[in-house]
């Protein structure tokens, strides 16, 4: 089925902390992860994604890590700061028709 | 490099009147998605273009279309409006199919 689930809904954390939001994909093929953040009134922007052929990729204080056996991706963010905080949302594409299904969202707020 | 444009930024209709949404993707983009984005059903994607093609299509009711040009622009089309399509419109242009890619701001359509 085509089904991508991503867990907390809500998370606060302290500035400087970290955070980490988990999905989970229902299609072992997909093969294309992306995390979207989307601030309040905003579009939503690329801000890191992973293929299927690499285990972990960071960007700065970003980090993705990929689990394929599991069916897990995830998002890492360290020593966040206020301006983090936003909708993120993840993505995985169906193998046999390649359309991008997102998860549900998480609200990350960081606390100062 | 301009981004995504999607023009109107706000409609407003009425129960049974029809919609056409428009989305100018980034030059050289040929491949144009469309999202619906509610509260309660995050980013639910309605179908996705690339040169001129439908390449895949959401679970949505045959009342929502779309169509590409040649030069990569898309609309979108509803008829027979609800009060339940009421939402934010978005769409995103990549150079690839299946990758989500930029988002325009989008288009807030009110149905009363």
């Known amino acids: 089925g085509e089904n991508v689930e991503q867990h907390p809904s809500t998370l606060s954390v302290q500035e400087g902390d970290s955070a980490v939001i988990k999905c989970t994909y229902s299609?072992?093929?997909?093969?294309?992860f992306p995390w979207y953040k989307q601030e309040l009134g905003k579009r939503p922007q690329l801000i890191i994604d992973?293929?299927?052929?690499?285990g972990e990729k960071k960007d700065q204080r970003i980090a993705v890590t990929l689990n394929k056996t599991a069916k897990h991706f995830s998002l890492h963010i360290t020593e966040t700061q206020p301006e983090d905080s936003a909708v993120y949302f993840c993505?995985?594409?169906?193998?046999?028709?390649?359309?991008?299904?997102f998860g549900q969202g998480t609200t990350l707020q960081v606390k100062p | 490099k301009a981004g995504v444009t999607q023009t109107p930024r706000y409609l407003i209709k009425t129960r049974g009147q029809q919609v056409t949404l428009s989305c100018s993707p980034i030059?050289?983009?040929?491949?144009v998605s469309w999202y619906q984005q509610t509260p309660g059903q995050g980013l639910q994607f309605l179908f996705e273009?690339?040169?001129?093609?439908?390449?895949n299509k959401g679970n949505f009711p045959g009342r929502f279309s779309g169509r590409q040009f040649s030069n990569s622009r898309s609309e979108m089309n509803v008829s027979t409006l609800e009060l339940g399509d009421s939402a934010l419109y978005l769409c995103?242009?990549?150079?690839?199919?299946?990758?989500?890619?930029?988002f325009g701001s989008g288009t807030r359509l009110t149905v009363v």
């Open positions: 993505a995985a594409p169906t193998s046999n028709t390649g359309k991008l299904i």
């Open positions: 273009y690339f040169s001129e093609t439908q390449r």
């Open positions: 030059s050289g983009h040929r491949s």
């Open positions: 995103a242009s990549s150079p690839w199919t299946g990758r989500g890619g930029t």
């Open positions: 299609d072992s093929a997909s093969n294309y």
């Open positions: 992973i293929r299927s052929n690499v």
